[in-house]
DNA sequence: CCGAATCCTGCACGCGCGTGCAAGAATTAT
DNA sequence: ATAATTCTTGCACGCGCGTGCAGGATTCGG
């Protein structure tokens, strides 16, 4: 018989097995596992040396069962038209992972779906919940924080007014605030603003911000439009039908994006639809810079989250035990480019 | 006191408690709670009734412990540049879950990361691994399925040589047949090949069957290039750094995309760098017919997987118990755009 | 070399549910 | 009304590991 010497792992192999090909007890080997557990070097050698051997990895639906603490965290999205979701769920499942936390992806398909994720997500027993998506409005917040199912509810780049929600977000306000002056001061006279869908307290933040600053400095309300989603193709739709066949001197000289999907669609309704140039004629600003608009193309001036503090700080909240709000903002930066 | 109606679920609520408050026992609030049991009406109802007021869902680790399977997939993806992967994530996401499957999104860092990776999903215990990645080469798959810790190892939208491997992927080759077809009868002269990286097998086929196909055709083999990652960014540096500089003449009239994300940074090149026009001056195909490359900026035209459809098979396969080879190739099609 | 402090190791019990069977209840046929 | 079916229900046992503790092995100081 050419059989492997290594015995063939047919079947689940338990730490029961390798507690006796290691001569040891069950205990010791689960110990040998463990990060920090009291066990001499000797007889972790010997265990790992026989788990190896048989191919022998713990069972982490059993620990989990066992300890009531899954290390596995569900990520609710509902907005993948959005590339900055990419993003997003790069930086999340690398940084998790690092930290030794496994991440269920949980694709939420609409607003009415949203309970049905929560659901999905509590049959795992998962430790927390990130919701990244923009279909979670107060209500159902409300109804997942009621059923105290989740050990931690986060929200992640969006702040939420939800009590019993941890919200990790960069400042929308303070951001705003530094891209309005951005535009003040490069002497642009007409803007328009371009918001997403107007789920309640989504960030709506940066509008009001936008549009406060703004009526400070000159008196007058700038122009606003809105997307139904922060998806470019839409977003294009959205824009061609508002801004077509107007006159030059009625269209605004910049367009201030909520993020950079809708300034993406912008762009090309612009150039592709109006015939104009980006910025001479209309200059555009996003927010998150998604790698889309860094080429040459879109040249995009943007705004951009610490996303990497911002994931750490999610594994921090993770980890704590406390009953504390956990919420906290943070601040990025403008990235000026050519677009404005 | 103002409490709720509802007795609070402080802490978890188990089968137990709901059979306790419904007076059945046990195992009738589970066979409540399974498609197709065997359970009375009325004591369904009664069980249903006891576990909405007690906010009892049963626990998927302690079911999955139980009846060794768990309805969760392992997905692996270590190609987050692609913005096809968005498109993968969600359609993938979507399906799995409309069918009652799990997904665990694995953040497969690099070739050297790939066995952790698999590891991760290992102790989970996921019923499949599927990979979306691009690093995982053969040696790689031959350890994964050598360790056999896996019930199946799916590669999706590639195809690999390695036995005990399923693969789900459209027919490279076909497709290919139809974009150097397309091109050809367009009366381009001079194309250029841009593949991607070179892992062993991976688009191998597409770049092999355009070589194949214009010698055949025209007796001269096409100038390639290559990038080391599907990525519009660094395709971009690569395309540059090959193209400029080069008299009018030197250059190609086509440049055959292995996918879209290389064919983003390609047209960028041209128009920004070179300062040429798409498809007056160089025309560009791609592969994947992304989101992006819809708009009028880049109106590439591509080819376009069913990638509903192997999905949905992908679902067959995972409920398959059957152990034949359940690899499969599907056929796409061509979506000409202004591009080429 | 002895006693005390430290370090390792083994163990009973429980985490919440699935499996297969057998007994009981409800239904139908005779 | 009784027997033969079919439907419904309850149960012992096990899935693989964590927790906290107690006894045994080891080390160190004097």
Redesign the interface.
């Known amino acids: 018989m050419a059989e492997d010497t290594t015995s ?3 079947g ?1 192999v338990t730490a029961d097995d390798v507690a006796a090909a290691a001569g040891v007890s069950r205990w010791t080997v689960n110990r040998a596992f463990k990060k920090d557990a009291s066990i001499s070097a000797k007889s972790r050698e010997k265990v790992m040396a026989a788990a190896k051997a048989l ?1 022998y ?6 620990a ?2 066992a300890s ?1 603490r ?1 290390n ?1 965290v569900a ?1 609710l999205v509902d907005d ?2 959005n ?1 900055h ?3 997003m ?2 930086r999340l ?2 940084i998790l ?1 690092k930290h030794g936390w ?6 939420t ?1 609409g607003r009415d779906d949203a309970n049905d994720a929560l ?2 997500a ?4 998962v430790d927390a919940v990130i919701l990244i998506g923009i279909q979670f409005d107060d209500e159902v917040l409300r109804t997942a924080s009621h ?3 989740f050990k931690k509810l986060i929200i992640f780049a969006r702040v939420s007014q939800n009590p019993n929600t941890i919200s990790i977000a960069v400042d929308d306000v303070h951001a705003m605030l530094e891209i309005a002056e951005y535009v003040r001061t490069k002497g642009y006279q007409r803007p328009m603003f371009l918001a997403g869908p107007r789920t309640v307290s989504a960030h709506l933040p940066r509008k009001q911000t936008f549009l406060a600053y703004w009526k400070e400095h000159f008196g007058s309300e700038p122009e606003t439009c809105e997307v139904e989603a922060y998806d ?2 839409l977003a ?1 739709r959205v824009m061609a039908d508002t801004l077509k066949g107007r006159p030059r001197d009625a269209l605004p000289d910049i367009i201030v994006c909520e993020n950079d999907a809708l300034a993406m ?1 912008t ?2 309704v612009i ?3 109006l015939g104009l140039r980006v910025p001479e004629d209309i200059a555009v600003t996003g927010f998150d810079d998604v ?2 608009i ?4 879109y040249n995009l001036t943007t705004y951009r989250q610490p996303l990497t503090a911002m994931a750490e700080y999610l594994v921090t909240v993770l980890e704590s035990q406390k009953d504390e709000d956990l919420s906290r903002s943070f601040k990025g930066h403008i990235v000026p480019r050519t677009s404005a």
């Open positions: 063939e792992p047919m689940n191919g990895v713990p069972d982490l639906r059993a989990s069962l009531d899954s596995l990520l993948f038209a590339p979701k990419l993003v769920m790069e499942t690398r992972r496994d991440t269920l992806l949980v694709n398909l659901l999905n509590s049959q795992r027993r059923a105290r199912r470019p193709v294009a669609g762009i090309d150039r592709h639809d790698p889309q860094q080429g040459p193309n």
